[in-house]
């Protein structure tokens, strides 16, 4: 099915969706300057890994809305955030999905100057917020 259902971590909420037969990603953010340590984005692709199995989660959707200069060590970092999260939730979830929030339009709009060309291959979908055009 094409519907996601992007929930809370609570316990059990997870089977709503399942009956339901939807998708069912965990939604997160993460600071970008804490992942241009790749130790630090390991272990935070592993927290989110370990939260997705305890609540039956179908997957992630990463939703970084933040400021990103154009080819900056966030930038980089960014891309190899959602390919490494991608690669970790494929082999510890078969089946799973991760999609990635981007901005109505990807000539750095509010300044998220984001590898839209890279984050598109690194993971499964892109998910255009179209309904958040402040510029």
Request: charged letters at 25%.
């Amino acid at each position: 099915r094409s519907l996601c259902l992007m929930l809370e971590e609570k316990l059990g909420s997870s089977m709503i969706g399942h009956r339901l037969q939807l998708w069912q990603l965990l939604e997160r953010d993460v600071p970008v300057k804490e992942i241009i340590d790749s130790a630090n984005r390991t272990a935070w692709i592993a927290r989110q890994v370990d939260l997705a199995k305890k609540q039956y989660m179908d997957g992630i959707n990463i939703d970084i809305e933040q400021e990103v200069n154009e080819m900056s060590p966030e930038y980089y970092a960014l891309t190899a955030l959602v390919k490494e999260t991608t690669d970790a939730f494929h082999r510890e979830i078969p089946g799973s999905q991760v999609t990635f929030d981007v901005a109505w339009a990807p000539a750095c709009i509010d300044k998220r100057c984001y590898n839209y060309s890279g984050i598109a291959e690194a993971c499964d979908f892109l998910f255009v917020m179209s309904y958040d055009e402040q510029s």
